[in-house]
């Protein structure tokens, strides 16, 4: 199963490996979330994350607080540790580390252009871009009007170039046109991703497999119940869905004809590691899918951590905090809004 990574394998990464699992180590467990979901003010939440690896972070902000500033200076934990090891990374993992930041680009670049279009402040917009997907130009996105300008215009020095090449159309930007660009990049993301850790073979193949494979049947699935009772053809709706995963091809058969959530969740159903998700929720019932698919991504992720000799610990580790972040959020959210009884709603625990 490892082949010979055992024997290189520390030279370049062991260092790496060992920081990552340090890393991750700092994670919130139960008992953090339960004492976080008894606090009864923002600042409450603040005094429990000072005695975790955010409480440097938090220390000098003055009351009140507000919820994005718990989320703004998680989420600078996170890049400063994601610099960090890019900086110490040698090839090809520094390579596998960009990776891990194209698809927060995409949605960079989605956020750009929907606010532009609906004639917000670059600026505002800009602020609310996630810190791992910037790049240089990316304010400049607000002048493009089609697909083609945006391309020649901004995103042809970008990582992103080749997997513009499936979605450059005439066409002006509306919303339905940009949230196709967004699926049609992150198609082309995860192949290409998927394609370099088939490259980099051994374990890191057989685990990215895995957790990349699951990424894009959910997005397949999410794709589905988003574009029911939309104009997207058919046609159109099967060419969004990634050319890989447990349910390429059959299931993008059935998923390309489903007209309601209860013919999804029979399509699913033949997966027999799809069939526990959807056997949590009732029928008809799509609210809860997030949470139950967020609960089975962290199983995985987790996972990862019991091999050795891999890439795939950088992008379970990016991952879990990032799904701690969107928790933390979550819990400042219903504390700073009074809604104490909906705090467990969607906090997916990670240990």
């Keep these: 199963m490892y082949g010979f990574e055992a024997l290189t394998f520390n ?27 008894q606090c009864e003010t923002l600042d409450d939440i603040k005094m ?43 090839e090809p993992l520094s390579t596998f580390l960009e990776y891990i930041t194209y698809g927060h680009m995409i949605d960079n670049v989605v956020l750009i252009v929907t606010g532009t279009l609906h004639e ?6 800009l602020e609310k871009c996630h810190p791992l997907g910037m790049f240089d130009s990316i304010a400049t996105l607000a002048v493009a009007q089609n697909m083609r300008e945006l391309y020649r215009l901004v995103l042809v020095d970008t990582p992103l170039a080749p997997y513009f090449s499936e979605c450059i159309t005439s066409e002006d930007l509306d919303d339905m046109n940009i949230e196709i ?11 290409d991703f998927y394609k370099f850790c088939q490259k980099l073979g051994g374990a ?5 497999s895995d957790l990349l494979a699951f990424e894009a049947d959910r997005r397949a699935v999410n794709i589905t119940i988003n574009s029911i009772g939309t104009e997207l053809t058919r046609e159109d709706r099967r060419k969004l869905y990634s050319n890989f995963g447990l349910l390429y091809p059959y299931g993008h058969e059935e998923l390309a004809i489903c007209e309601d959530i209860d013919q999804v969740r029979g399509a699913m159903e033949k997966y027999p590691p799809y069939q526990s998700i959807f056997a949590k929720l009732s029928y008809g019932e799509s609210q809860m899918l997030d949470k139950a698919f967020y609960e089975e991504e962290v199983k995985r992720l987790c996972l990862a951590f019991e091999q050795q000799f891999h890439y795939g610990v950088f992008f379970a580790y ?22 104490k009884s909906r705090v467990h709603d969607s906090v997916v625990f990670i240990f």
């Design 11 to 37: 030279i370049h990464s062991g260092y790496l490996e060992a920081i990552v699992r340090g890393h991750r180590s700092g994670l919130l467990t139960a008992a953090d979330y339960n004492n976080l979901c």
């Design 48 to 90: 429990h994350l000072s005695a975790t690896e955010y409480g440097p972070y938090l220390q000098n902000e003055p009351s009140p607080l507000h919820t994005t500033t718990i989320v703004e200076k998680c989420t600078l934990k996170l890049v400063d540790e994601y610099k960090h090891m890019l900086s110490q990374a040698t």
């Design 120 to 125: 917000r402040d670059v600026q505002e917009l």
């Design 181 to 191: 660009m967004r699926n049609t990049l992150y198609k082309a993301y995860l192949e």
């Design 204 to 208: 890191t193949a057989e685990i990215m």
């Design 318 to 339: 990016m991952r879990l905090r990032e799904q701690e972040i969107r928790n933390l959020m979550w819990i400042s959210e219903c504390v700073a809004q009074n809604q």
